[in-house]
Every structure is written in structure tokens, then in C-alpha cells.
């Protein structure tokens, strides 16, 4: 699977931006995606995961501020991020990885298998 992250940029705080995800090449349909982010001397974490069947897993840091959604027409995946924090500043990434079902368990990276290149997301105070 290549995935091929979009949207990034610099905003102020308090901002949006928009990140997409294209993604081809599955030879399966049972699958989970999501966006994880490395912020600056920091561990990689989860950001949004979403399954199959549409559902989501959020981490607490983001809840009500990003959305994450896909168009299936596209194979597209975007995460929707508004009132942007400094601390929101970060590496993002795209990625997807083969689950039972097609559901998301938790954030964990560990469940993941396809990464994109990343697209960097910086937001100033």
C-alpha cells in the first residue's frame, strides 16, 4: 500500500488546516487508518484512527478540535484540524495497516504496517 500524505503547513494558533491521505495499492478490504504525528523531541503518538465500518478512536488531546474522515470513491484519507495549538506542531503521518473486521483496536502504531513520508504541521503562537 503507498500512502501519500498532503495539507501541511504553518497557521497561527487557533487556525485550521487540512491534511489528506491518498492512498492505493490494497489487496484487501479489512484494514484500519489513521494519522499519527512526532511532534519535536517527542514519541511519536496517535492522533485518529477510523475503521471500516466508520468508526473512530481520538486521542484526548484532539477531541473536539480534529475530525478525521475518508472518501472511499477516492481512497482518500483527511484529517480535518481546527483551533490549532502550538503544541499541535508536529510530523504527520498517514498510515494503514490489515485488522479483523476492518476495526481500529486502539492508536497504537503497532497495528500499522503502511506509513506515508509525513507532511509537516507547525503552528505558531
Known amino acids: 500500500v503507498q500512502l501519500v500524505e498532503s495539507g501541511g503547513g504553518s497557521v497561527q494558533a487557533g487556525g485550521s488546516l487540512r491534511l489528506s491521505c491518498a492512498a492505493s495499492g490494497y489487496t484487501y478490504s479489512n484494514y484500519c487508518m489513521g494519522w499519527f504525528r512526532h511532534p519535536p523531541g517527542k514519541a511519536r503518538e496517535g492522533v485518529a484512527v477510523?475503521?471500516?465500518?466508520?468508526?473512530?478512536i481520538y486521542a484526548d488531546s484532539v477531541k473536539g478540535r480534529f475530525t478525521i474522515s475518508e472518501d472511499d470513491a477516492t481512497n482518500t484519507l483527511f484529517l480535518q484540524m481546527n483551533s490549532l495549538k502550538p503544541e499541535d506542531t508536529a510530523m504527520y503521518y498517514c498510515a494503514t495497516g490489515r485488522t479483523p473486521g476492518g476495526y481500529c483496536y486502539s492508536l497504537s502504531a503497532n497495528a500499522m504496517d503502511s506509513w506515508g513520508k509525513g507532511t509537516l504541521v507547525t503552528v505558531s503562537s
Open positions: 477510523i475503521a471500516r465500518d466508520g468508526s473512530t
